[in-house]
């Protein structure tokens, strides 16, 4: 019982594709995240959202979209895919968005050439 | 601006031994302090966490100290493991800033048996 799953996992793609990753939680949380860690490994947050409502959007650029189609998804959909998109992309939930503990899924890797 | 600062790259530590690892932060906003642990390939694994109003919090083998004059917090794991071994990332948030995580660039951990 994988608590925040992501698909794909592993995910090679050219440059100027569109692609996305899907993301569900089963903890009955209300408020789901995108993080990215880069290729310094900083993990840094890029939007949440909380019951569907965005509440954080970290100055990503608009080719990144994400959608919540109920609070137990949050899928990013990114559009003209470049070089520097390359990156680990973590989806995570939280029982809430104040103060409480994030939980992690495993993990994105997205690799454009 | 890095917020939260891991200034151990890593640390090597015999199995059985204390392992302290250290974490700074420089935002007095923040009042939840988290630390993860990360395996390669696999998303970050959530180990313990600490309010600002504690100094201590201690969950098995696992403890957290909190010293905010300082802006400092350390988990100190005893004793050491060489299932330990893994990557850990402090992290700190502010209820005032919609609970969003920043993270420190992590230590990578070795337990040696």
């Known amino acids: 019982d994988t608590a925040v799953s992501q698909t794909p996992k592993y995910l090679v793609t050219q440059m100027g594709n569109d692609k996305s990753i899907k993301c569900e939680q089963n903890?009955?949380?209300?408020?789901m995240y995108w993080y990215k860690q880069d290729s310094k490994k900083f993990l840094k947050i890029m939007f949440s959202y909380n019951n569907k409502e965005l509440i954080i959007n970290e100055t990503v650029p608009n080719r990144f979209s994400p959608k919540s189609p109920d609070k137990a998804h949050l899928n990013l959909h990114i559009n003209s895919l470049e070089l520097g998109d390359s990156a680990v992309y973590f989806c995570?939930?939280?029982?809430?968005?104040?103060?409480?503990?994030?939980?992690f899924g495993e993990g994105s890797w997205l690799t454009v050439v | 601006d890095q917020q939260v600062k891991q200034n151990s790259p890593s640390l090597s530590v015999q199995e059985g031994r204390i392992s302290i690892l250290n974490c700074d932060y420089t935002?007095?906003?923040?009042?939840?302090f988290l630390w993860y642990k990360k395996y390669p390939a696999e998303g970050p694994t959530f180990l313990i966490s600490i309010s600002s109003i504690k100094d201590k919090n201690e969950d098995g083998r696992f403890t957290v100290f909190l010293n905010k004059s300082a802006k400092h917090l350390s988990l100190h794991i005893v004793p050491s493991q060489p299932g330990d071994s893994a990557v850990y990332f402090c992290?700190?948030?502010?209820?005032?800033?919609?609970?969003?995580?920043?993270f420190g660039q992590g230590t990578t951990l070795q337990v040696k048996p």
């Open positions: 995570a939930s939280s029982q809430s968005y104040s103060g409480n503990t994030i939980y």
């Open positions: 903890l009955g949380h209300d408020t």
């Open positions: 935002n007095s906003m923040f009042d939840y």
């Open positions: 992290a700190a948030s502010a209820k005032s800033n919609t609970g969003k995580l920043i």
